[in-house]
């Protein structure tokens, strides 16, 4: 299984980015999807996560309103929309993928993970 995000870039406050995540070695419509992020110095937390056909959606507190999650299930790829954006967005974003299909909001719910993708809003 790999998970390639792409998408991360330096973006003023209020921009928006879109990242996106392609898997491969997996049967992805099997699989529940999520984003999380990591800031320097903090743990790992829970962005964005939706279900195998995007029936159910989940999103941080801190997100709400602004990120968006969707995937394509043809393409084998999970998106994050994110306007918006705040100095506080400031993180490495990573994709991770469920094999039980379960959606997901703790790290440990995930099995697969990508390398990361960086996010820097600027004030």
């Known amino acids: 299984v790999q998970l390639v995000e792409s998408g991360g870039g330096l973006v003023q406050a209020g921009g928006s980015l879109r990242l996106s995540c392609a898997a491969s070695?997996?049967?992805?419509?099997?699989?529940?999807m999520g984003w999380f992020r990591q800031a320097p110095g903090k743990e790992r937390e829970f962005v964005a996560a939706?279900?195998?056909?995007?029936?159910?959606?989940y999103y941080a507190d801190s997100v709400k309103g602004r990120f968006t999650i969707s995937r394509d299930n043809a393409k084998n790829a999970v998106y994050l929309q994110m306007n918006m954006l705040k100095p506080e967005d400031t993180a490495v974003y990573y994709c991770?993928?469920?094999?039980?299909?379960?959606?997901?909001?703790?790290?440990?719910?995930?099995?697969?993970w990508g390398q990361g993708t960086q996010v820097t809003v600027s004030s």
């Open positions: 070695g997996l049967t992805f419509s099997n699989y529940a």
């Open positions: 991770a993928a469920d094999r039980w299909g379960v959606v997901g909001t703790t790290a440990r719910d995930y099995d697969y």
């Open positions: 939706i279900s195998r056909h995007g029936g159910s959606i």
